[in-house]
């Protein structure tokens, strides 16, 4: 089963490369430097002669993240901010912790496709098409092995439904795919959304937005 696992990783990564989102590379690598004065879509790039080994190495994945969260559960991102070598090369990781009954809230990533792949656990996922299709919902239990496709930027959650710790591996086709958790956005936005937008937009009272928008939208990323 750990060899499945394994070749489903594999294809996953081979897949995220072969739809890259972000451009193609002009060169071999390009290991990301941070510059605050400087902003460019991307990153700059270290001194190849400088480069090393351990640039291509991430290790944030060694140990599970605490779930100790009013979500229950923990993103662990492998993006190109904890991920240098990964500038250019349009992909990324990430993994996911769930105690059990544990949520990844509805959200987007707006640059990037994901396919995951769940490595203990049982998890129930699913994603919304876009208003031209009607706001459908799909939706799929996902069981040890399993490997599902969240489109880009479609609103998407996974929910471990096992009474047991749960464990997922994502792939995207981004190095930078983004995030956006919708209940975060809309009520925990700073400064807040006006309350006229939001109750017409959802059609409830001012309390109710009010109570919402004063809740602490706690980030598992």
């Not at 994901?114 to 994603?127: D, K």
């Not at 040890?144 to 995207?172: E, R």
């Not at 981004?174 to 958790?181: D, F, L, M, R, Y």
Request: glycine share 8%; aromatic share 12%.
């Amino acid at each position: 089963m750990k060899l499945l696992l394994i070749s489903h990783l594999i294809l996953a990564l081979a897949t995220a490369t072969s739809f890259a989102y972000d451009p193609s590379p002009l060169q071999d690598f390009c290991v990301a430097i941070n510059d605050p004065e400087v902003f460019v879509n991307g990153k700059f790039c270290k001194d190849p002669k400088q480069v090393t080994a351990d640039d291509f190495l991430f290790k944030g994945f060694r140990y599970p993240g605490s779930t100790a969260n009013p979500l229950g559960s923990k993103v662990t991102p492998a993006f190109v901010d904890q991920f240098a070598g990964l500038n250019t090369l349009g992909i990324s990781m990430a993994r996911i912790d769930f105690a059990p009954g544990g949520l990844n809230p509805p959200h987007t990533h707006p640059r990037g496709s994901e396919i995951l792949v769940v490595a203990e656990g049982t998890l129930l996922v699913g994603f919304v098409t876009s208003n031209q299709l009607n706001n459908t919902i799909f939706t799929k239990v996902l069981y040890k092995g399993d490997v599902f496709v969240f489109p880009i930027g479609l609103i998407h959650f996974q929910l471990n439904i096992g009474k047991t710790p749960a464990l997922a591996f994502a792939a995207l086709s981004s190095q930078n795919p983004g995030i956006i958790t919708i209940a975060n956005a809309v009520f925990g936005s700073k400064p807040p959304i006006s309350a006229d937008v939001l109750t017409k937009a959802f059609q409830v009272d001012k309390k109710v937005v009010d109570y919402l928008q004063a809740q602490f939208w706690y980030d598992n990323n």
